[in-house]
Nanobody, 116 residues
Framework: QVQLVESGGGLVQPGGSLRLSCAAS????????MSWYRQAPGKQRELVAS???????NYVDSVKGRFTISMNNAKNAVFLQMNSLRPEDTAVYYC??????????WGQGTQVTVSS
């Protein structure tokens, strides 16, 4: 059974940085695409950034220039470097992975809180 495990969340002051990691277990196959979503209290889950197996990336406008998504060479882990964090970045961040073999998978989420 494929599982995605996130780490790296926490409390940070405005302007600070965090690096989120998401690693897959239970599979030896690579993913075609991996993404980070976030959901703030009272809001819908939104796509923050995605990366394809070719290395192509996409970002929501609000994080462009501040966040960087990357995938490891084995294409079974994804990272999100978050710089210049703002209070509005506060949310639960979820890892998502898509495989042609095993379908779509979600992590359990990691809390990111930006506050002074």
């Amino acid at each position: 059974q494929v599982q995605l495990v996130e780490s790296g969340g926490g409390l940070v002051q405005p302007g600070g940085s965090l690096r989120l990691s998401c690693a897959a277990s239970g599979t030896t196959f690579s993913f075609g695409a991996m993404s980070w979503y976030r959901q703030a209290p009272g809001k819908q889950r939104e796509l923050v950034a995605s990366v394809g197996s070719s290395g192509s990336t996409n970002y929501v406008d609000s994080v462009k220039g501040r966040f960087t998504i990357s995938m490891n060479n084995a294409k079974n882990a994804v990272f999100l470097q978050m710089n210049s964090l703002r209070p509005e970045d506060t949310a639960v961040y979820y890892c998502n992975a898509i495989s042609l073999r095993t379908g779509e998978h979600w992590g359990q989420g990691t809390q990111v809180t930006v506050s002074s």
